[in-house]
């Protein structure tokens, strides 16, 4: 029988759910970017990816493509030494990201993109790094085009600004005690992370055929930044203020307005990080890469 301490243990537990779950694009973000590259990857990445996500659940990458959150349930170690992998913040203000300063040790989401990238592309590595290091890249590669994984305020990449969101969306099964007469007690982390996407209302084949049929590659056009992680961070940070991201006023309550109004620039931002996450694959793994 629950007795109050254990009430309030449960409810701890719930809060530290609510924190948790909004470290990443949510799990369709995240499987959209896997879906999209894998429908890209040209025949040897494909082999390739097949043979080293063999033994998986889910041998794709959209099944691997939230592991990275995952292990904050699955191996509380290995979140706790990976947990700075998944964003980068600009300490200085603006979006002038200096790396000795903000990425020290490669502990932030540019760094780590790199470093795994040198692993998974060593063939040398035990295969069991090199499919980690997979499963990292279509991780890493989400957060860095997710906007809030690459900001410069102080709330914890919007985690800290909180806001009531009047919606029909149901929220994930972590978060229902927060959602009160169609109001979701939510953040804007969380709005952009699982909100604008889950506003779609589709399921993840069905949203990747819609968003596969746009043209491919997405705009803007390729260019040499489809390889620099770190500038890829720049754009998330600089489209923060460019688009009005932060709701006018600092106002902390919406409606659907705000998800329909950005659900473009979100879904683009996933198309750009699948895109460049093929073309990553396919250089490292596939035949425009090195035998
Ligand atoms: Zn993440």
Same mark, same amino acid.
């Given at each position: ?29 995240? !499987? ?5 590259? &894998? ?82 592309? #060593? ?7 090199? %499919? ?9 590669? !989400? ?7 690459? !900001? ?21 099964? =972590?978060? %229902?005690?927060? =959602?009160?007469? !169609? ?65 006018? #006023? ?7 307005? =705000?998800? #329909? ?14 895109? %460049? ?5 396919? &250089? ?8």
């Amino acid at each position: 029988m629950a007795n109050h301490r254990n009430l309030r243990l449960i409810a701890a537990l719930l809060c530290l759910g609510a924190i948790s779950t909004a470290a990443a694009w949510g799990r369709l973000g995240h !499987g959209l970017v896997g879906e999209l590259a &894998q429908r890209h990857l040209d025949a040897k990445a494909r082999a390739e990816v097949a043979a080293l996500l063999a033994g998986e659940p889910d041998p794709t990458l959209a099944g691997v493509a939230s592991w990275a959150d995952d292990l904050r349930d699955n191996d509380p170690q290995r979140f706790k030494a990976t947990s700075r992998w998944h964003y980068i913040n600009a300490e200085g203000g603006g979006c002038g990201f200096e790396l000795a300063r903000d990425c020290p040790d490669d502990n932030c989401v540019v760094g780590a993109i790199e470093a795994q990238r040198a692993i998974l592309a #060593d063939r040398s590595q035990p295969i069991e790094a090199r %499919r980690d290091a997979l499963k990292f890249i279509v991780h890493f590669i !989400g957060d860095a085009h997710q906007p809030m994984h690459a !900001g410069s305020r102080t709330d914890s990449g919007g985690n800290g600004f909180q806001i009531s969101l009047r919606t029909p969306i149901e929220p994930e099964a =972590y978060a %229902r005690s927060k =959602y009160v007469d !169609g109001v979701m007690g939510t953040n804007l982390h969380s709005v952009w992370d699982y909100y604008i996407l889950a506003g779609r209302g589709l399921g993840l084949q069905a949203y990747s055929d819609k968003l596969d049929a746009l043209p491919w590659p997405p705009t803007p056009a390729p260019s040499t930044h489809d390889f620099m992680p770190l500038a890829w961070t720049g754009e998330s940070c600089r489209l923060i203020d460019a688009r009005g991201i932060y709701p006018p #006023d600092d106002r902390h309550a919406m409606d659907s307005a =705000y998800l #329909d109004a950005m659900r473009p620039l979100a879904e683009q931002r996933v198309r750009q990080a699948a895109w %460049r996450l093929a073309q990553l694959l396919n &250089q490292t793994l596939g035949d425009a890469g090195t035998p």
